[in-house]
């Protein structure tokens, strides 16, 4: 489709929807508060707003549509449409939060039960499901953390947070907002984070560790728990970044390493719906000793009925507007009960089959490479280092030009501390088929570059748009974050 | 039997992969991970339900213990919504295409660009601001970020806060800004709006809310701007953008940040899961500069006359330099930005005044009706959008005795205080409804006279 | 989307659903009923089958994705997306149809309104909701006029129906198949259904008329009321084809012309989906001597509650399982509601302007014509016939060439009595840049067919598959109408 | 306000375009209609309900009026069966692609076509027949149909049908049937089974059902054929493909037609609106020239390896050769027949198979605990497949008792005879708490002794 923008749609006059008069008398607002000019919003009919979004949507690749192992870290996995139907049923949609606890039982046992699940997956002692997000699940970490070292009369001192560079950003970057001065390890000559670069950093001023494990290149660090123990022996706390929990459930659990703290993504692990980013939907679980300092409320059951309880003086208080994102909590529910332990085990093996699998075929392509040997778990971050030397093409373009393909890869996030890189992370939900087209693309295309670089460099040829010149976007004269500062700024 | 949700749990493909990469078994691969740290026993966890039909069933026994408010007449705000949600925006949000979609490029993924561009595009005319973010988790965090934005900006670290804002929310800002930000409550007024206001130039900002927690419309919005920027600092205002179609946008009165959650455009309320936060400024690069979110901006293609898009600014974001960006940003609720964007196509400039009217008008019945019922109502002199506090003897009382008549009656904010939300769902015959209820509810114990301001509380 | 035939992609052992397990003694099956060999249905995951539907439904052209005003006769217009969600919700999706009254009371007045809306609407009597189709509701019209000259003894004697060619091709085919001998009227050199002819025509043995008004070019026959009195005077019975009544709601009634029965389409008119090809739903209406003969049961109201009457022993009986298709008169019901009367009769002005602006548009192009002037109301059959001469390129051609730009159009019944036809209805639906788009997109074509004839002839250049050959579709020797049928004829 | 649904009903577009075509009024357009046949008044119509919001309350309200069978615990059948829906059966027939598109060309519907095509290809694997059609209205359709089919292929006009045939479902075969073929009805054996068959030069076809009126699996299919071959007719069958995981399909013993009903493939009960009927038959030329609808069949393109779809032998219908072709065709139920094919690629040849197993042994399940709750189970003998027939003193009065425990107990046949319908929904304890509740109902009157078999009518 060649969609304009929709104020470029727009016609005097129409509507797509009308609103029920107020049937009472109107209200006279007075000039210091009545809007003056109307906004310029579209004006369209109904079907032709719907048109229009049923265009845009087709122009984008999902897990429905794709193969959509590309966006390694990410946990791309199908996410049942039975629990959609859940949660677009009013007995969730059209719940508000602050009903009355008995007209909520139903909503309440989920949460209960989904945070027993929760914490025998992990082994910790309790899990709130309040955050809205992985990231916001982190930074509820570092506020229990700080509360926790606050409580022991530790909290001006504890001013360090030390993360390693292939975790999430967010865990320097929460640690940072919240105040702390981020130390970041760098990987060793193995790929794992610098042991010793860890015993250099540690010590009174360490609030804590905050790590991911197996890394965003797929690599399981062995001596997590010494790393957990020397962060302890400091006196700080140890919280594991569980993003990357896909091929660990029922293998290895957060407390077994001694962590304190840990957090996973409901939509990464536990399959509900990346949404195009979001909303998702994150769980913090904590040991007794930290459970405490949990936000709240928190969901009770007395042996008859759920609860909630707000009275916890040591808790660090509200993360989000309410109790949390429901609708996710329901559809990570359903989707453990339709798997139970059995199938949460074969998922995280199957995950790490798939991921090897792919390895194996995409390390068979020329100038692939995967940096610091094949221990994988689900995913690997690949470099097309080698390709790039020889063709000249980055990794970016040889993704724009796979996407002409109908697949998607991510690179990394900054820096790229593996050159040209790219992470794949073939969840369990994909088939040994779409593992063989996925790879037999990405050869297709390092073929192509070896032949005809500038063809792939031309990418996209089978898209939506052709190349974007991006120059504009950094440029505060230019860039256009808005119809309305592109109108003023290159239409008048 | 294979699992549905696992194809390649299939024992003969399996044995296949294994094949191929020369694997004995899947133990195998998992070498990496020490012994003693391995799980020796299956989780503990129920059984599994894995057929569709069981597990719809247990979903259904489960979930038809709730009581929703298409079956209760609820009159309950406070933060969470009961607009008319249109049903293309479910059917647009419902789209696997969109629901299912992450983080693509601009090529594959252009759909999802350019619907997310609309979004901030027509929440910028809402807004009249030119800068708008991709959505924040909500309006708790965007006025978080908005008033780290402010501090980040001055180079200050003292914020004057409307005391008229929900308890929870305090407790979030309290949370996220106490360690480096001190927070200075301005008194609510008698008439319910912001109270007496006294800054200096050691305030980075002074942030408002409109309507505030009582649904009191704050007039001295300009008054306040002027305020803060004779100090140096920088009006924050917080506004739900569904008032916009009658009230003025913060920008029409100085205001250099707003910020607020988009709920109310077109999502449900869904227990508290269809939050997604706004933030808006002006274009200048200093204030752009101090976004955490993502900006989707557009850009030109090689085929003149073709829209592009991509990231503004990227370099400011904890995706371009860890650490040292601005907060951070991750996955957040860009699902509910595109749902509000076809909100917003869908009401157009005039459907938002309509909307704005016919809650004005009958917050304002609402308002009347239970004052005839015997209710005392607090403010009734100022403007109040969609919210109104009453107070009487007995909160819980009152909210018992709504419940035998099916209704959720407003929130409690203490002892003697509840909150009611109108909005265009409800129809007079409702408010007549409640009314009759609060009347037959309060013959118990009469009318009470006198009150003061009660704390802004909620029951959660 | 290059997708496979789903059993391509079939690998034995894979599931896409689980089934519940009996939980009590399974039962043996004598050999006589128990079946040898499985049947070779695809193995599949949950997830791949429903990636493999959403792409085949992403290589469609529907109302909402399309200008669709290309399917003449068929009234494409917008199905609002909020009646589907009436008829999903589990008090329409999960009633069975034989509850007590007494559970459903809100479905069947629900049919009593929108029977009597539709009485309104034509003038009618009573009308039957029964039909799940308009070929049904013609076919049950028939055997109500089959019933009504039974009753009067004059059941052998009346054996012709009399119809016109520009009238869907069901009217024939239904009075054929109900045993009546078919007499169809030509257009005369004016394009109206030859009055003379039916004079000639009509007689003791005539027991019927059906015929469309406007007929499926557009065009509105004004002597109507004459037909049907011509008939009359005959004895025979006047039944009117109200496919076409878009353009006419609250303009002119059947009643007004002295029909005795009729006909709606609810999901042209009323706006209920497509659905590929159904589920329709058709509406028979019929005037008071004719409504004994109404198939059964009816939805009556006692002025308390709703019932259904069964117990009419001159009715023709069922017509199909059930009451009706009620998702479809849910949504039909709730569609009139959000009009109401002025709204009706703004969609017929519009419906007629709308085609009258298309039409001013298309006779703008080279090439295009309208037989017969320009008296239409809500649709045209137009005629590529000079663009044909002078360029050789045929109507369907041309028709696959607009679809590389995203548009469809539909060209007749046969025969083409109009020649290298194509019939366009732009419904109320579409907006004047809509026609103006797809106006365009037809001259382009036209355009290239005189500029490179053989550039239309080769298309499609821009969907999924290239120039089907047909040969083998009338070839019982090599047609494959099942993978099955294609696998033992040319796999194996 | 211009209408939601009609864009150019806005004034100033009406009047460009009036003007662009030089006419004065949209009223000068409809000339052609006469004066004497204009309504000269507003239609007599409700009030609308413009607003989305109002139009939603309206219809909650009627709707809110119905009882659904996730409310009470439902054993209704008798042609329309409550098995589970899978989720992706929904997703794919919601989908505004399918469900908008209509009659495009294999080029831009090609995704219509294919799916079209896999349905009936798949159908044609679980009935082991090589041609399928494209669904008809439903099964009452298909069965008049395909002994229509039967009485053009043969030349003859008599049928011996099978007398364990719904009420209904007669009523519209004599409709469709009696003005040119004699139907004769087969007497109900003892066992619930087909009786006495005798036929012979001047029959058409037998036509069986199996699962019968009375859920009785028909054990005698080959024999049927051998006899209507031998007389040189043809055995037409109708069955509910559901049943095929487990039964043998017709063409295994011989039949020449086989049809039925698809809705319990993946629809909803939806109050009668999930139907859709098949007909199937070998490969043979003269049997696929009396198919009346569409078939779609697979055609190379110039492309070699790509498959384009096309429409088989259209020169049979009536699209073609108006009442020359065969009965009529059009518009039907196709997205039933793309959602069965969902359906059943979602269930494979496993899936189909232990659903079978299933209801095959909750059906005997329930047919033991309502004996001996005290009902009289017919035709205990045979072997059932999903429904069933009990004699009781009282239909009515048992339905009654049922209901004041939330159950529909069943389809009234007669007075004394109700139709029980159990599927994979009704879990053993669904069926374990009727028979408490059939038990209770039946202690007022007590169990009766000795019945004659029922006729098959229904409740409505």
Chains 1, 3 share one sequence.
């Not at chain 1, 992370?425 to 088929?433: A, F, I, R, V």
């Not at chain 2, 809402?126 to 780290?148: C, F, H, K, S, W």
């Not at chain 2, 809650?359 to 019922?373: G, K």
Request: a negative charge; aromatic letters at 8%; hydrophobic letters at 40%.
């Amino acid at each position: 489709w060649d969609e304009p923008i929709i104020f470029e749609q727009s016609r005097p006059g129409r509507r797509g929807i009308a609103v029920p008069a107020p049937g009472v008398p109107a209200v006279e607002l007075p000039d210091t508060v009545r809007r003056a000019e109307p906004p310029r919003l579209p004006e369209m009919s109904q079907l032709h707003v719907l048109r229009h979004y049923v265009r845009l949507s087709q122009e984008n690749l999902g897990v429905d549509q794709a193969i959509a192992v590309g966006q390694g870290t990410c946990t791309m996995k199908y996410s049942p449409k039975v629990n959609d139907r859940f949660v677009t049923d009013p007995k969730v949609a059209e719940l508000h939060p602050l009903q009355p606890d008995d007209t909520v039982q139903g909503v309440l046992e989920i949460y209960w039960r989904l945070e027993r699940m929760l914490a025998e997956i992990s082994g910790m002692h309790r899990v709130s499901l309040q955050p809205a997000s992985g990231s916001a699940a982190i930074y509820a970490n570092i506020a229990m953390i700080r509360a926790y070292h606050a409580s022991r009369g530790e909290g001006e001192r504890r001013d360090q947070v030390i993360t390693t560079m292939f975790s999430h950003p967010s865990n320097a970057a929460c640690a940072k907002t919240a105040g702390y001065e981020v130390i970041t390890l760098m990987p060793d000559e193995n790929g794992y984070p610098d042991i010793e670069a860890l015993r250099a950093a540690v010590g009174p001023r360490t609030a804590a560790l905050m790590i991911t494990n197996p890394e965003d290149t797929g690599i399981f660090n062995p001596r997590i728990a010494e790393f957990v123990a020397l962060v302890h022996e400091a006196g700080g706390l140890a919280c594991y970044d569980q993003a990357n929990a896909n091929g660990l459930l029922g293998v290895t659990r957060a407390a077994d390493a001694g962590f304190d703290l840990c957090h996973f993504n409901l939509h990464k692990t536990f399959s509900t719906p990346h949404a195009c980013g979001g909303p998702a939907a994150g769980a913090s679980g904590v040991s007794e000793a930290l459970a405490p300092f949990l936000p709240g409320p928190t969901v009770e059951f007395d042996g008859s009925r759920y609860h909630l309880d707000a009275d916890r003086p040591l808790s660090v208080g509200k993360m989000r507007p309410f109790l949390g994102v429901t609708p996710n909590v329901v559809r990570a529910y359903a989707w453990i009960m339709a798997l139970g332990a059995a199938g949460l085990r074969e998922v995280a093996e199957t995950a790490v089959l798939n991921n090897n699998y792919l390895m194996h075929k995409v390390l068979q392509i020329k100038g692939a490479s995967a940096p610091w040997g094949r221990n994988r778990l689900e995913q690997v971050r690949y470099s097309w280092q080698e390709l790039s030397e020889e063709t000249g093409v980055h990794s970016e373009e040889i993704g724009v030009r796979a996407a002409d393909f109908g697949v998607h890869y991510w690179t990394s996030h900054h820096p790229y501390v593996v050159p040209e890189p790219f992470t794949l992370e073939p969840t369990e939900s994909y088939s040994k088929e779409d593992l063989d087209e996925y790879a037999a693309i990405l050869e297709h295309v390092a073929d192509e570059a070896r032949r005809d670089p500038g063809l792939v460099k031309g990418a996209p040829y089978n898209q939506t748009i052709h190349r974007i010149d991006p120059s504009s976007l950094d440029d505060p004269g230019r860039w256009s974050p808005t119809w309305r500062a592109y109108t003023r700024k290159h239409l008048s | 039997m294979t699992h549905p949700y696992i194809p390649n749990a299939e024992p003969g493909v399996r044995a296949e992969m294994l094949a191929a990469i020369g694997a004995a078994s899947v133990e195998e691969l998992y070498a990496a991970i020490p012994a003693d740290l391995r799980l020796d026993r299956p989780l503990d966890l129920p059984e599994p339900l894995v057929s569709e039909h069981e597990l719809v069933a247990h979903m259904r026994g489960l979930l038809g213990r709730n009581t929703d408010t298409t079956e209760a007449l609820s009159f309950l705000g406070h933060g969470c919504y009961p607009h008319h949600v249109p049903a293309v925006c479910d059917e647009i949000n419902g789209r696997g295409e969109f629901l299912t979609a992450y983080a693509g490029e601009p090529y594959e993924d252009h759909g999802r660009f350019q619907a997310l561009f609309e979004y901030v595009s027509m929440m910028a005319e809402l807004l009249e601001m030119d800068v708008v973010n991709v959505p924040t988790y909500d309006g708790y965090q965007a006025a978080g970020t908005a008033i780290r934005m402010a501090v980040r900006y001055t180079g200050r670290s003292k914020v004057l806060i409307s005391g008229a804002v929900a308890a929870d929310k305090m407790s979030k800002l309290h949370d996220f800004l106490d360690h480096d930000v001190e927070l200075v409550v301005a008194p609510v007024g008698p008439g319910g709006e912001i109270g007496d206001v006294r800054i200096d130039e050691t305030f980075a900002a002074i942030y408002l809310e409109t309507p505030n927690v009582y649904g009191v419309v704050e007039t001295r919005g300009r008054e306040l701007a002027e305020l803060a920027h004779a100090a140096g600092a920088l009006l924050v205002v917080s506004t739900d953008p569904i008032s916009l179609g009658v009230l003025a946008p913060p920008a029409a009165y100085g205001a250099d940040i707003a910020c607020g959650d988009i709920q109310s455009l077109g999502m449900h309320q869904a227990h508290g899961g269809g939050h997604a936060g706004y933030i808006a400024t002006r274009d200048e690069e200093r204030l752009v500069a101090e976004f955490p979110s993502r900006l989707f901006g557009l850009a030109p293609t090689e085929v003149p006359g073709e829209y592009g898009f991509g990231d503004v600014f990227y370099d400011r974001t904890s995706f371009a330099h860890r650490e040292e960006g601005k907060e951070w940003v991750g996955t957040a609720a860009a699902l509910w930005g595109i749902t509000a964007g076809v909100y917003l196509a869908l009401m157009g400039p005039e459907g938002m005044r309509e909307l704005g009217e016919t809650i004005l008008a009958r917050t304002r019945y609402a308002m009347e009706r239970l004052a005839a019922a015997g209710a005392r109502v607090l403010h009734p002199d100022a403007v109040h959008f969609r919210e109104f506090a009453i107070e009487v003897p007995s909160a819980d009382g009152l909210l018992a005795a709504l419940r035998e008549h099916g209704i959720f009656g407003g929130v409690r904010l203490d002892d003697r205080t509840l909150l009611v939300c109108v909005t265009e769902r409800h129809s007079r015959d409702d408010i007549d409804r409640l009314a009759a209820a609060v009347r037959e509810g309060l013959s118990v114990s009469g009318t009470i006279e006198g009150a003061g301001t009660p704390a802004a509380g909620e029951t959660a």
